[in-house]
């Protein structure tokens, strides 16, 4: 399924951010929280997003990091937001 390869993608670029030396230890913490949270099984896909689209939004803000860790942020975001879209859809093709 196309949305589970990207949520995929997704969670190795939180990974890879979650591990750089050269974002903040508090904003590591909170990417690292947001990757675990796609990972969750409990929750429905929507939820997971919105959860981790909401603690993206708020450390992005954070005055600390790089302009280039926010661009991935935001690129992160995007992306979150373009899976939920293609849910979406399905679900109203599916409702029709």
Known sequence: MHGEADITQIIEILQDLSID??????VRSVIED???ELMRT???LATKIN?????LDEISND???QSFTRTQIWN???M????EAEETE???GYKM
């Open 80 to 83: 979150l937001e373009a899976v």
């Open 51 to 55: 959860t981790t689209v909401s603690m």
């Open 34 to 36: 947001a990757r675990k």
């Open 63 to 65: 005055p600390n990091i």
């Open 90 to 92: 399905m679900q109203q």
């Open 42 to 44: 409990e929750e429905n």
């Open 21 to 26: 030396r050269k974002v903040p230890r508090n």
């Open 76 to 78: 992160v975001v995007s």
